[in-house]
Nanobody, 119 residues
Framework: QVQLQESGGGSVQPGGSLTLSCVMS????????MGWFRQAQGREREEVAS???????NYADSVKGRFTVSQVIAKNTLYLQMNSLQSEDTATYYC?????????????WGQGTQVTVSS
């Protein structure tokens, strides 16, 4: 059973940067997809970014050019580098893993880490 543990959330001023990390354990597959979802208060969960083991990435339009998803497969670790943060990025960020990126939302979820962007 896959388990995911996020870290790196916190408070930052608009225009600032944060890097989220997610460590995965219990995975039995060589190829898989990992990604980040977020949920702001009163809004539905939104897929932010994903990456497959072959390096293919996908981003939500709202974060393109500002966020970068990456992974170190040997360390079972996923990252999300977030730059030029805006108040609209305030949300709980969740690490997610599944066999395929198309079904990512139905996979394993972490507990989430809070990101707050405020002056």
């Amino acid at each position: 059973q896959v388990q995911l543990q996020e870290s790196g959330g916190g408070s930052v001023q608009p225009g600032g940067s944060l890097t989220l990390s997610c460590v995965m354990s219990g995975n039995d597959f060589t190829n898989y997809c990992m990604g980040w979802f977020r949920q702001a208060q009163g809004r539905e969960r939104e897929e932010v970014a994903s990456i497959y083991t072959d390096g293919r990435t996908n981003y939500a339009d709202s974060v393109k050019g500002r966020f970068t998803v990456s992974q170190v497969i040997a360390k079972n670790t996923l990252y999300l580098q977030m730059n030029s943060l805006q108040s609209e990025d305030t949300a709980t960020y969740y690490c997610v893993q599944d066999r395929f990126c198309e079904t990512l939302r139905f996979g394993a979820w972490g507990q989430g880490t809070q990101v707050t962007v405020s002056s």
